[in-house]
Nanobody, 117 residues
C-alpha cells in the first residue's frame, strides 16, 4: 500500500487546512489509520486515529476540539480537517496505516503545514 498526503501549506493562525491521505495498491478499509506530525527538532507525535469503519476516533489532547479525522473507504482516502490552527501546529504531517495502531506498516512521505503568527 502506498500512501500520499496532500493539502499542506502556509496558513495564518486561526485558519484551516484539510489534509488528505490517498492510498493505492490496497484497500484502505482493511486498516486503522493515523495521522502523526513531526516539528523541527522534535520527535514524531500522534495526532489522531480512526478505526476501520469510522466508529472510533482518538485525538491528542493538543488538537482535541480543533482537528477532525475522517475516512472515505470508497475513495480510499483519509482526511484530517484542521481548524483554529496555531503556530505550534507547524510540522510535517504523516499518515499511516496498519492492522493496529501499535503496528503501523505503511507510511506516507509527509506534507508540510506551516502556521504563521
Amino acid at each position: 500500500v502506498q500512501l500520499v498526503e496532500s493539502g499542506g501549506g502556509l496558513v495564518h493562525a486561526g485558519g484551516s487546512l484539510r489534509l488528505s491521505c490517498a492510498a493505492s495498491g490496497g484497500a484502505l478499509s482493511r486498516y486503522v489509520m493515523g495521522w502523526f506530525r513531526q516539528a523541527p527538532g522534535k520527535e514524531r507525535e500522534f495526532v489522531a486515529s480512526i478505526s476501520r469503519t469510522s466508529s472510533n476516533t482518538y485525538y491528542a489532547d493538543s488538537v482535541k476540539g480543533r482537528f477532525t479525522i475522517s475516512r472515505d473507504n470508497a475513495k480510499n482516502t483519509v482526511y484530517l480537517q484542521m481548524n483554529s490552527l496555531k503556530p505550534e501546529d507547524t510540522a510535517v504531517y504523516y499518515c499511516a496505516a496498519g492492522y493496529t495502531m501499535t503496528y503501523l506498516r505503511f507510511w506516507g512521505q509527509g506534507t508540510q503545514v506551516t502556521v504563521s503568527s
